[in-house]
């Protein structure tokens, strides 16, 4: 008992020591701080940025250091109590640092001592903290990874932020496509949403060329390139978005400026099946016997204006043919969407001796059952196209046009030859089977429509004889919450989701090709209306509307008499505005 008095004695005035020099109580109070702020604004976001229990850890830490406070004061001697501190406050970072690198896949984003200074990591530390405070992170081509977002002191960081301003607006607002163009007058932006043209905020000249050359090095382009066509793939991951969007840039320039595209999810735009392209029955018995293989041989001309779904066409006419059991080729400047099964030719100006036209007749010599070709840019792929007449393979042509199936026609037949070149227009018409051209329409939201009954005229226009019974759509955007109206959450208060297409498809019979080489089309037109059968496109959308597809007003959008391409007087060689 004598021994025992001296030494808790001392204890007690080793711990008053503790308490009483006030350089001691700094120094845990210090320690225990660092500790604290070290949770705080380091770990507690790291923890949850990897979703690795924040409770648990957060609880762990707190008991760590309150162990660790009570053992640097009930050791009597500070000197050995500081370093248990240290120990214990040590423990439990050490075992989530385990933890952590444990649960972390990417091999760049577990913590590493070797082979990195304390400069590395806190400069890593900031740049996961700049990819977590963006909005949008790029992702590079042939699947890079993630691209470095810029730091708050990088000169780049607010050509990213424009570029978000510019993307992640078209994103949410489903656009399938997003237009930059730069002049000397300034930047100019516009999205296409359903079909439909919208024009964006005008962009300082600095600004749009600053976005387009940071998009263009992300797409792995070449930036000081700016005359030359360029098309590259890259991606962009959105924060808290449930997928990441594919962008397919496209850039040019000229003159008068560059113009820079981007195809937001192309490849799920143009995944449309034959069977949805938007033909009605009528329609598809016209193209039926090229399906036959003693009727395969001719010439099928596909037209569309820009953006109107020529492209979408073109790829489900293929698929009418067993790939499988039959030789499809096709040779395009740009391959969208592939095939299984087809052999697809992208026209390369830059890596071919030959020329577009040349390499179609190298194509056709080589004996396919059906060819596909994007476009008539080149007036040689016509005569090319032409030359096997009807004992060819069956060729569909892409032609892009405002004007309908005259358009079309005047358009493959101005390739041909001079509208006085008899002989010339006699072998362009003789392989023509029919044209097919369509114009796309926006289809009515089914969450927001507002149903009606048509009137009499309208009734009638439709062909319904009971209008009194029918139900017709209108577009809304807006829908009934309790007692609220609210924005359609579906559509974004458009009152139009997604897109159909409506069609006309003309057939060519003997008595079409004798008024066509005569330069009148007029009459080809008239003949294959009353004598073949042939559909409207009007009648066509009329259709849809009677579904509940579409609306009269969206049809009269479309089909207005300076859109719908009616034929008109105009001979077809004669020259179109």
């Not at 406050?89 to 385990?98: E, F, I, S, T, V």
Request: proline share 5%.
């Amino acid at each position: 008992m004598a021994m025992e008095e001296p030494m808790l004695t001392f204890a007690a005035n080793v711990s008053a020591l503790n308490l009483v020099d006030f350089i001691k109580p700094i120094l845990m109070l210090l320690l225990l701080g660092v500790y604290l702020r070290a949770l705080g604004s380091i770990l507690e976001k790291d923890i949850r940025y990897f979703n690795l229990n924040a409770a648990m850890w957060n609880s762990i830490f707190l008991v760590t250091g309150c162990i660790a406070l009570l053992a640097v004061l009930a050791i009597p001697i500070f000197w050995l109590g500081l370093p248990t501190m240290i120990v214990i406050l040590l423990a439990p970072l050490l075992a989530y640092w385990k933890h952590r690198n444990d649960a972390v896949q990417n091999e760049s984003q577990k913590f590493r001592l070797s082979s990195m200074t304390m400069t590395d990591r806190l400069a890593a530390r900031k740049s996961r903290s700049d990819q977590r405070s963006a909005a949008a992170v790029l992702s590079g081509p042939k699947s890079k990874g993630d691209l470095q977002v810029p730091r708050d002191n990088d000169p780049l960081k607010p050509v990213h932020m424009a570029m978000e301003d510019l993307l992640l607006p078209a994103i949410e607002a489903r656009a399938s496509r997003l237009e930059l163009g730069l002049t000397k007058n300034g930047g100019s932006a516009s999205q296409i949403v359903d079909g439909v043209r919208y024009k964006r905020e005008a962009l300082a000249t600095e600004t749009a060329k600053n976005v387009i050359d940071y998009l263009k090095k992300a797409a792995g382009m070449d930036v000081e390139e700016n005359r030359k066509l360029q098309r590259a793939k890259f991606g962009i991951r959105i924060k808290n978005a449930t997928q990441n969007t594919t962008l397919h840039a496209t850039t040019s320039g000229s003159s008068r400026g560059i113009l820079f595209r981007l195809d937001l999810n192309r490849d799920q735009q143009l995944d449309r099946d034959y069977a949805n392209l938007g033909l009605e029955p009528e329609q598809e018995a016209i193209l039926l016997p090229s399906l036959d293989p003693e009727n395969r041989h001719g010439i099928i001309l596909v037209g569309a204006a820009s953006g109107q779904g020529l492209s979408t066409s073109l790829c489900c006419l293929l698929q009418r043919h067993d790939a499988y059991t039959t030789n499809i080729k096709t040779l395009e400047r740009d391959v969208q969407r592939l095939i299984e099964g087809v052999d697809h030719v992208e026209f390369d100006p830059a890596g071919v001796e030959a020329d577009f036209a040349t390499q179609l007749r190298s194509i056709i010599r080589r004996g396919p059952d059906i060819v596909m070709v994007s476009d008539l840019k080149d007036p040689a792929t016509a005569v090319q196209a032409s030359l096997p007449g009807r004992n060819g393979p069956l060729l569909y042509i892409g032609i892009p046009t405002k004007d309908g199936a005259r358009g079309v026609v005047s358009d493959w037949l101005r390739a041909n030859g001079e509208p006085k070149d008899t002989e010339a227009i006699k072998k362009a018409v003789s392989p023509l089977l029919s044209v097919v051209t369509s114009r796309i329409l926006r289809k009515l939201c089914e969450n927001c429509r507002t149903p009606f009954n048509p009137t009499t005229e309208q009734a009638k226009k439709l062909g319904i004889k009971d209008p009194a019974n029918a139900q017709l759509f209108r577009q809304n955007g807006r829908i009934q919450v309790k007692n609220k109206i609210e924005e359609c959450p579906t559509c974004g208060g458009t009152g139009f989701l997604g897109t159909l297409g409506i069609f006309e498809v003309m057939p060519i019979d003997r008595d079409a090709r004798k008024l066509l080489v005569n330069g009148d089309f007029k009459g080809a037109y008239t003949h294959a209306r009353r004598s073949l059968g042939m559909m409207l496109m009007q009648e066509a959308a009329l259709r849809k509307v009677a579904r509940g597809e579409t609306s009269l007003e969206e049809v009269a959008r479309v089909l207005s008499p300076e859109k719908a391409g009616a034929p008109h007087s105009k001979s077809v060689g004669a020259s179109t505005s």
